[in-house]
Nanobody, 125 residues
């Protein structure tokens, strides 16, 4: 079992920055990949970013590449998403997820078996 709790969401103006965090407990955090997904109202959940178990490899959705950075601190059992140059279209509920059967990063939703409750990020124009 893995428990995931996000924090750090909020309201920010377009062009601003925000960092959200996800604290994990349960299984050994450093042994599995982590990802961030988001879901806007009326839209399907979409992949944002993923990071390998050892933090050496990352992958991003094209829509956030160059603006968002995923990182993790295995000593603190925490994964982060630094979001810069935010746009109104980034408004969504952001959820972290654990892919406990994988050590390499994966953008496939079906590979993630544990999810956090989500944190709201709202970008005003």
């Amino acid at each position: 079992q893995v428990q995931l709790v996000e924090s750090g969401g909020g309201l920010v103006q377009a062009g601003g920055s925000l960092r959200i965090s996800c604290a994990a407990s349960g299984r050994t955090f450093s042994r599995y990949a982590m990802g961030w997904f988001r879901q806007a109202p009326g839209k399907e959940r979409e992949f944002v970013a993923t990071i390998s178990a050892g933090a050496g490899t990352t992958s991003y959705a094209d829509s956030v590449k160059g603006r968002f950075t995923i990182s993790r601190d295995n000593a603190k059992n925490t994964v982060y998403l630094q979001m810069n140059s935010l746009k109104p279209e980034d408004t969504a509920v952001y959820s972290c997820a654990a892919a406990t059967k994988y050590t390499f990063p994966t953008n496939l939703l079906k590979n993630y078996d544990y999810w956090g409750q989500g944190t709201q990020v709202t970008v005003s124009s």
